[in-house]
Each structure stands twice: as C-alpha cells, then as structure tokens.
C-alpha cells in the first residue's frame, strides 16, 4: 500500500555510453526531492527488481533508449509499476530523458521529461516534483475494506428480501434497550444528586455520547499516527542525504581531473601572503593581524559545475577554500577548518557566505550558515572536496560527507583558497589541488 507519496525509487542505466548523463540526473533528482521532503532510493536497472507496493509511492526511470531497458530487471519493475498505478497502490510512474529519447508504446502512459536541453535541468526537477503532487491518491487499506464492505453489504441486501431471525432478535434487543434508557432518565436525579441537565445530555442521547468519544479517540489516534510518520519520514529522509552524496563522491574521485596542481594559466594571486613554490607544487597563505583572513585566488577559472580538492597543513588557527568567488557582486563562499580544542582529535568546520559584507576581510564577516566538529588526525593534513552542481553543493572533509547547501545567489565563479587568524599568526601550506569539471 503506497504511503503519503515520498518513497521514491530512481532506476537508470549505469553502463553504455550514456552512463555518466544518466548517472548525473539520477544523483541531481535524488538531492533534489530528498530536499523537497521526499525519500529518493537510487537503483541501477540491474538492482530494480522490487517489492514495489510495500516499499515504495513512486518509481522515476531515468530512460535513454529502449535497447537499454529492454530483458533488463527495470522492464518488469516498469509493468508491475504500471499494474500497481492501475489498481492506486502506487501513485505513479515517471521518466526522464537525459538525451532525447521516446518511449515505448506500450508505456505510452508514463509522463515523460526532456532534460536533454542545456540549462533547463532545475526546470525538470521542478516539474517532476510538481507532478509527484497533482495526481489521485492510492486507496487506503482501510478504504479498500470500506468498499469490500459495501459491496456485501448490497449483494447481501439483493440476496435476503425478508428479515432473518438473527434481524428479529437484534430489533428485540433494541426495544428492550430503549425501555431501559427511558427508565434512567426518570430514575437518574433519585440515584445521582448531579444536574438533570446533564444527566439528560448523556442518557437520552447515547448515541451522540459514543460519537463524540469516538471522534476524540479518533483524532487523538490520527494526531499520535502523524506524528510518528513525519518523525519517520524525516529520519528516513536525513539518512538518505548522506549516501547519495558519498556515492557521488566516490564516483567523481575515481576519474580523471581536468586540472592538477596550481597551473599557470589559473593566474594564481602571487603576493607577500600568497607564495607559490617555484615548482607549483605548493601554495602557501600567511596572515598576522588577529582577526583577519588572507585569500589567495585563482583569478581566471570561471566555474559552475565542478569537483575541487586540496590538501592543506595549518599552522595557526584556520584556513580552508573559496569558491564561487564573483567579483562583480561581492559573492563567496568560504569554507573553512579551525584547530579546536574542544574535542580531542577534531576541528572545527564552518561554511560562510559572503554578499557584499567581506569586504574588511574580518573573520567574523558574513552569514554563518553550518559550523560543527569534525573528526582529523592532528598529525596529517587535512583533504577538504566541494563537489556543486547547479543548485547544490555538497562538502567533504577526508572524503566524508559532512554538508549541503543550496546555493541561490550565485551559480558560477573563481575558487581559491585562505588563511585565518583568530588569535595568532596563521600559516596554511596547500598543495595537490585538483578540479573536475561536472
């Protein structure tokens, strides 16, 4: 039986030679509705063979041609999906194209959502999670026994035109009960020294009495139920984050990157507190003045889409890396590791936006959006990976997943990195950086 509509299993093609687009939109659709409050489940074709109707309300098939789909385990699990949409114990079927492509015609039903186009993916997750909320709820368990109920009921009705004795003794007892309530009402102010007008309230209407305790029993259930469900829901829905971002890390680290080391061509900043080795191999940030950050830029990179990593050695206080860095309008992001002692074997990490408030280069600028412990090795540097496609970006601490965020001001933009001092000078040593471009 589906459930409030938020278990969603996304099934796509994990070999061929649209791997990578299906692997891409599968990974950005999941991110997407897990923020929407939805429970997304990723599963290539060959994992897809499920119980659909006790695990999941939606399935989204992430469809590039029919040679693909077909005699895989996903063609069954689309037909049994379809059967369950048919008898509402699912609510749908969905699929995305991220390369133009049409259905068969035998799924001629399922809705399908081009999101072969540059630039219109938001687009189509938008549409997908809006079409996920327009369409006719599965039937409950308890409205299916309604109806199986009323459809006894009438053929038993065409099947008995007169009363049994088992309706006679039922309409006996009625009567008898009746005379017994009639008899309370006059005897109740002699056998309880209470308010005839409440006894009148109770006793001649037994059955508003029942109603009324049966209607507060009721909510009082259905409150207990809700709450259970959205604490479920909502546990559900924070573990799944973590996953679908540490299988895309996963994922991107083991390819190739486009850019390693600090290159030339990025045009580096090279100044007093921005010292790059003459081999490119390492970079180091320095600054003095308590309370203040250094940042070193790569001023020529422009990018929206991407995997950046570094490895970096702090002596001080904090450093950490820039990102969507846009001159224009004073936007950045900057997320950053501090030494803590408030923990052994933990620092603490921060993610702050800038908007035109940075400007002084004051530790204590811009909006503070995440900050919390992180587990290191004091010994070892520290691998810091900010992996953002479109909308949002997720953020890595010795390859762990440790927090998203969605970036609405700004899509594109330099990276760099910085130093920081709270108390004391601070030198930050960064080398192996690399970028994917996504």
């Known amino acids: 039986m589906a459930g409030q509509g938020n278990r969603v299993l996304i099934s796509y093609n994990d070999v061929g030679k649209y791997s990578d687009q299906n692997s891409l939109i599968a990974n950005q659709l999941a991110t997407y509705l897990f923020r929407k409050g939805k429970q997304p489940d990723i599963k290539v074709y060959r994992?897809?063979?499920?119980?659909?109707?006790?695990?999941?309300?939606?399935?989204?098939?992430?469809?590039?041609?029919?040679?693909?789909?077909?005699?895989?385990?996903?063609?069954?699990?689309?037909?049994?999906?379809?059967?369950?949409?048919?008898?509402?114990?699912?609510?749908?079927?969905?699929?995305?194209?991220?390369?133009?492509?049409?259905?068969?015609?035998?799924?001629?039903?399922?809705?399908?959502?081009?999101?072969?186009?540059?630039?219109?993916?938001?687009?189509?997750?938008?549409?997908?999670?809006?079409?996920?909320?327009?369409?006719?709820?599965?039937?409950?368990?308890?409205?299916?026994?309604?109806?199986?109920?009323?459809?006894?009921?009438?053929?038993?009705?065409?099947?008995?035109?007169?009363?049994?004795?088992?309706?006679?003794?039922?309409?006996?007892?009625?009567?008898?009960?009746?005379?017994?309530?009639?008899?309370?009402?006059?005897?109740?102010?002699?056998?309880?020294?209470?308010?005839?007008?409440?006894?009148?309230?109770?006793?001649?209407?037994?059955?508003?009495?029942?109603?009324?305790?049966?209607?507060?029993?009721?909510?009082?259930?259905?409150?207990?139920?809700?709450?259970?469900?959205?604490a479920t829901a909502q546990a559900s829905a924070t573990a799944a984050a973590p996953s679908i971002a540490q299988k895309q890390f996963d994922k991107i680290i083991n390819t190739s990157p486009k850019v390693t080391g600090f290159q030339s061509d990025e045009k580096w900043d090279k100044t007093a507190s921005c010292i790059l080795t003459p081999q490119n191999t390492a970079y180091q940030a320095t600054v003095a003045i308590a309370g203040q950050y250094v940042r070193c830029m790569a001023n020529t990179t422009q990018l929206k889409n991407f995997a950046y990593q570094v490895t970096l050695a702090i002596n001080g206080d904090a450093g950490g890396v820039i990102f969507r860095s846009e001159d224009q309008t004073g936007t950045f992001y900057r997320f950053s590791l501090s030494n803590s002692s408030a923990k052994p074997n933990s620092d603490e990490f921060a993610v702050i936006l800038c908007q035109q408030n940075c400007a002084s280069n004051a530790v204590n600028e811009g909006t503070l959006l995440a900050q919390d412990q992180v587990s290191v090795d004091p010994n070892k540097p520290v691998i810091l990976t900010v992996i953002a496609r479109d909308t949002i970006i997720d953020m890595y601490v010795n390859g762990n997943f440790i927090y998203q965020l969605?970036?609405?001001?700004?899509?594109?933009?330099?990276?760099?990195?910085?130093?920081a001092s709270i108390n004391t000078s601070t030198s930050v040593t960064f080398t192996n950086p690399k970028v994917w471009q996504l």
């Open 47 to 230: 994992e897809s063979k499920v119980a659909l109707e006790s695990v999941y309300d939606w399935l989204i098939l992430i469809y590039t041609s029919e040679s693909e789909a077909k005699g895989s385990p996903v063609e069954s699990t689309v037909e049994k999906a379809l059967d369950l949409t048919v008898e509402r114990s699912m609510r749908g079927v969905l699929a995305v194209t991220p390369v133009p492509a049409e259905l068969p015609a035998k799924w001629a039903t399922i809705r399908k959502y081009d999101a072969s186009t540059q630039g219109e993916g938001k687009q189509v997750l938008e549409a997908v999670e809006h079409a996920m909320s327009y369409v006719k709820l599965p039937y409950t368990r308890e409205r299916m026994q309604e109806l199986t109920r009323t459809s006894s009921s009438a053929l038993s009705k065409s099947q008995n035109k007169y009363p049994s004795t088992r309706s006679l003794i039922v309409a006996s007892l009625a009567t008898i009960m009746t005379i017994l309530g009639v008899a309370a009402f006059f005897m109740a102010p002699l056998l309880h020294p209470t308010s005839q007008q409440q006894a009148t309230a109770v006793i001649s209407n037994p059955a508003t009495a029942t109603a009324q305790a049966k209607q507060v029993a009721t909510a009082q259930a259905f409150k207990s139920a809700t709450i259970v469900a959205e």
């Open 406 to 419: 969605t970036d609405q001001p700004v899509l594109s933009g330099a990276i760099g990195v910085y130093a």
